[in-house]
Structures are given as C-alpha cells and as structure tokens.
C-alpha cells in the first residue's frame, strides 16, 4: 500500500488530505504546513498526523501532493524528488519554464512521476468532450471567477487561464504557432483580466478569455471540428454534441437556400451524454497513485505542465507589464 503525505494544506492542500483519506488504496501517513496550526487542524480533521518537519515526513512516504504557494513549488518539489518521494504538484507546475524543466529532469534521472493538478482534465464534461473530439478548427473558452483575495500573488493567466490552455492543448495535435494577448489589472496588482488568440500549425485557432472579476462564475469552452460542435460547461458539468447527419452536400445546399422544407433537426443530430458524478479530485489522485503502483505515464505529466506554463507566460509577455 503506498504511503502518501500532503504538502500545504491551505484551500487545495485540505481537499488533497480528504481524499487521500478516503482512498483505500493508499495510506495517508500526515501533513505538513508552515502553518504548524493550520496543519495540526486539518490533520486532526481527517484522522492524520500533523509533522512538524518536512523532511519527517518525507522519511514515511512514496508520494506526496505539493499544495504550496506557486513560488515554492519548485524548491518544494526538489527536495521530494531529492528523498525519492513521487510528487503531484498543483498547477501552475512551477513560476518559470526553467525551473518546471529542473524539475522535470530531476524526476526523469530519478525515475519518479510528476503529475500536474490541471484537475479540468478529469471534469465528466470535459472526459466525454476529449472522446469525440478529433481535429478541432476553432475553440472559444471563457473562465470567469468573482474576486477573491486568495491566488491574486500571480496573474489569472496563470491562476485561472491556464487551466483552458491545458485543455486546449491536450485536444489539439498541433503545436502553437503564434499567439496574441492583451490584459490588464482591475483589483490587484496583477493581471486580473486577459485574452489570448492562439494560432496552431494545423490551422486551428483558439480564443481564449479568463477573467477573476466577473459577477458571477463562467467555465465554458466549445470546440468547432470539421462534422461537429461540442460544447462542454465544467461547472454543470454538462456537454453537448451537435454532429452533422450524413447528408448529401447538394440536400444540405437545398435546405440552407430554402430550395427544399427542412431544419436543424435535418441536418443534424443532438447528443448529451450522461455524467458519470465522478469525484475530479478523487479521479485525479486515483490517477497520480496509479501511476506511481504501476510505472505508467501520469494523465497529465510534467512535460505537459510545461508545455501549458510556456504558452501561460508567452501570454504574459506579450501583455508586458502594466
């Protein structure tokens, strides 16, 4: 049975140790925080230990989540990786492409996993839209949040946006060609508003807004392929799939010119998949542990958390400083 241990048990590390706690397969041996009350609260809350030493903990364990502040990742994921503990890091991978390289050849000459918490991958909605998804043209994303103070130390190209980038880039084939950005700061010091237009080599282009000071929250991202349309909602989660009927072209000329009676129904078919209600977080860490027992790529390894970190901070070059 593996043995695992949460690093940073604020606002994402608490739900890490919940489910660590409630999954069979694997021991959750304690918890860590530079916040010795914070970590003896949340370890006393699900039935763990609260270490008072990081590097105790990671005498005990195979793997670890590392929910720590972006700027500590990757100190923090060295030094697991350095005492040979498996790590799943949470998104962003890391602050810089540099430093999620560092780590990404660190756990590769050690043999180790690392998984990204880009946890949209696990979304029922966005599962049922990447297995019908072949070759998407146009992708329209939109990630609305209401403003909080908590995650406003970088910008919502990295906090919120990146999360479309990931998605966009494991359903397109194709690497980036070009990209267009503006954004701006409203609340905070950082950019709190931001729109990328991405241009892939296929062809492909991606528009893609995220914005952390909206009314109300938005996590919406459709995708327009060669014979279909599939829209996903992650946060219903719902999604929907309009493919075209195999109609001749000349049937489909008629209708459209009103040459002959017909309508959408005619010409296309309409599908809404049931969701699964899976756990996200349960499928994600069920992912990562799987990985670790078995020797297999994790879902989202590092190699695609700094393929998203690249294209997030060539966005934000491109803004430049405001």
Known sequence: MLKVGVIGVGHLGRFHTRVYSEIPSCELVGVYD???????????????????DLDELLEGIDAASIAVPTSAHHETGLKC??????????????????EARDLVRAARDAGLKIQVGHIERFNPAMRAALSVLRKPMFVEAHRLGIFVPRGTDVAVVLDLMIHDIDLILSAVDSPVESIDAMGVPVLSPSIDIANARLKFADGCVANVTASRVSRERMRKIRFFQHDAYVSVDCMKPQTQIFRRKDVPPETLLKIATGQIEGGLEDIVEYEEPAMDGADSLMLELGSFLDAVETGGRPPVDGEDGLKALEVALEILRQIGPK
């Open 81 to 98: 990786l350095e005492r040979g503990t498996h790590v799943l890091i949470e998104k962003p991978i890391a602050t810089t492409a540099d």
């Open 34 to 52: 530079t916040d010795p009350e914070r970590a003896a609260l949340v370890a006393n809350e699900y039935g763990t230990r609260a270490f008072p």
